[in-house]
Structures are given as structure tokens and as C-alpha cells.
């Protein structure tokens, strides 16, 4: 697995070189906005985020000792 802080030089996803990247919803690919727009297009797409802002709150409040 590459480094998750390190966006490397082309999309995961299409390998386009882009001026920025984004982590995909649905995996810890960095995406270009081309993909990442595909990807809001999803029928799933409220589903993925909701499952990972609960994950992200989950991780929050275990670092708090809740």
C-alpha cells in the first residue's frame, strides 16, 4: 500500500497526470477530479461518505476514551 500522505505523480485510478488529487470514498486511492466527480455521480456515493464520517467519529471517540 503507498504512503496515504503521498499522492504520487499520476491518478490511481485513470494513471492521468493531474494538478491535484483526492482519496477516493470507496478505497484509499488518490483520485483525479475527473474520477472523483465520477464517483459523486454514484447511486452509493451519500452512502460511502455517511460510512466514513461514522468511521472517523468512531476513531475520535476512542482517541478521547469514550
Given amino acids: 500500500m503507498r504512503n496515504r500522505d503521498y499522492p504520487g505523480t499520476c491518478c ?6 493531474s494538478v491535484g488529487y483526492i482519496m477516493s ?3 484509499e486511492e488518490w483520485i483525479c477530479m475527473d474520477c472523483k466527480d465520477a464517483e459523486k455521480k454514484r447511486d452509493d ?4 461518505v455517511d460510512r466514513d464520517v461514522a468511521e472517523y467519529m468512531q476513531r ?3 482517541a478521547r476514551g469514550r
Fill in 12 to 17: 490511481d485510478r485513470c494513471l492521468k497526470q
Fill in 25 to 27: 470514498m470507496y478505497s
Fill in 45 to 48: 456515493y451519500q452512502q460511502a
Fill in 60 to 62: 475520535v471517540q476512542a
